[in-house]
């Protein structure tokens, strides 16, 4: 039978000595696992972040992978946790990565075991088990401090944002432009629950008309392309409609498209947020422009770029839209999900508890139930 993917022996010529062998192994290890995880189809930024952490891993521990223990994992989780001050889904990731690593070159199928054993008297072992690495208990593994954004949050954000670019237009400045489209940027971010790759990779054919909704003219549909993928899978697409709620963003939108953005972008470039060098905006470029604001509003430090999209979800459930509609809206493959995301206020609760005793207080007047 011909040898898989990821095999030893499609490395590694038996009975051949190597000049370094414990360097060769390694890489000869590293290039099977890549084939390995390539042949699932996983992305290749998947492939290169966890070749990069068993290489980090090695460094570490300065042992070669049939050589590592335990005791080596606890050292580099209390490394991660104590000093660099990792958050908890980092070293979870980190614990991830490794135990598929040496489960691939344990499993009898890719011979390593008995390469090692040959080469080097010894071969590897799991080194991550149930008792020294964190388990995946529950579905949001974000801090506390990773919430929604109150409506006076929100609109201080898009006030501070559209005063940034006014500001900029008053002095003559060059830079308006670009204001203007990171102001542009939150509020459709906001208004459409879009996260950072999916707002930012945007194009102008993405934007449509709803023909159930011919109100909101060319802006009644976002059309996302870059949706986050499962693993394994290309990015999920989905249409999002734009809902009354956030009618006033496609008039913000419309602005940009059709008066600013052609001062901006070269004539024939379809991206919707371009560069000033006509590019497509980076994904850091993002980030920081949300930070930058919450920095001078003085905002707390847990709420990000994301947080956005929580707003976004939790405001459509306070404002009573249908939960199975929100799910579809942002993309979710589980109901389960859009709980986690949904940061309802506390009047809005009061509000649910004051519905609810009002119901049953309409009931005992007419009589259909006893006081």
């Known amino acids: 039978m011909a040898p898989i993917d990821g095999s030893a022996h499609l490395y590694l010529a038996a009975g051949v000595p190597l000049l370094r062998p414990e360097d060769q192994v390694f890489q000869a290890m590293l290039d099977g696992w890549r084939n ?9 930024g998947t492939v290169e972040q966890r070749e990069a952490l068993i290489r980090r891993f090695r460094a570490f521990t300065d042992a070669d992978p049939w050589l590592w223990t335990a005791a080596h994992v606890d050292e580099f989780t209390t490394e991660a946790r104590g000093v660099r001050r990792n958050s908890r889904s980092t070293v979870l990731g980190y614990q991830t990565g490794i135990r598929l690593f040496m489960g691939y070159l344990t499993d009898p199928a890719y ?32 801090g506390p401090g990773k919430r929604a954004l109150t409506h006076n949050e929100l609109q201080a954000l898009f006030d501070h944002a559209d005063e940034r670019a ?63 993928a499962m693993r394994g899978s290309p990015p999920k697409r989905r249409a999002v409609l734009t809902v009354p709620l956030f009618d006033w963003a496609t008039d913000a939108l419309g602005q940009w498209v059709e008066e600013v953005r052609p001062l901006l972008a070269e004539a024939d470039s379809p991206v919707l947020w371009p560069s000033e060098r006509g590019s497509l905006l980076c994904l850091s470029s993002v980030t920081s422009l949300f930070t930058r ?38 993309g979710h493959e589980h109901a389960s999900t859009t709980t986690i995301y949904t940061h309802v206020s506390p009047d809005y609760r009061a509000r649910t508890v004051r519905a609810a005793l009002d119901r049953i207080g309409h009931r005992v007047a007419v009589g259909e139930v006893a006081p």
């Open 36 to 44: 390995q995880q390539l042949a699932r189809n996983l992305s290749f």
């Open 293 to 330: 604001c919450r920095h001078e509003l003085g905002l707390a430090e847990g709420l990000d770029f994301h947080s956005l999209r929580r707003s976004y979800v939790s405001h459509l459930i306070e404002a009573g839209y249908d939960s199975l509609f929100v799910q579809q809206q942002v």
């Open 166 to 228: 006014v500001a900029a237009q008053s002095s003559g400045r060059k830079g308006w432009l670009t204001a203007f489209r990171d102001a542009t940027l939150l509020k459709v971010a906001y208004s459409w629950g879009l996260r950072r790759n999916e707002v930012r990779r945007l194009e102008l054919c993405d934007l449509g008309s709803n023909p159930r909704a011919p109100e909101f003219g060319s802006y009644g549909i976002v059309h996302v392309r870059f949706g986050k």
């Open 111 to 142: 011979g390593w075991s008995t390469e090692c054993e040959t080469r080097f008297g010894t071969h590897p072992v799991q080194v991550c088990h149930e008792w020294n690495t964190a388990r995946h208990t529950q579905e949001a593994q974000a």
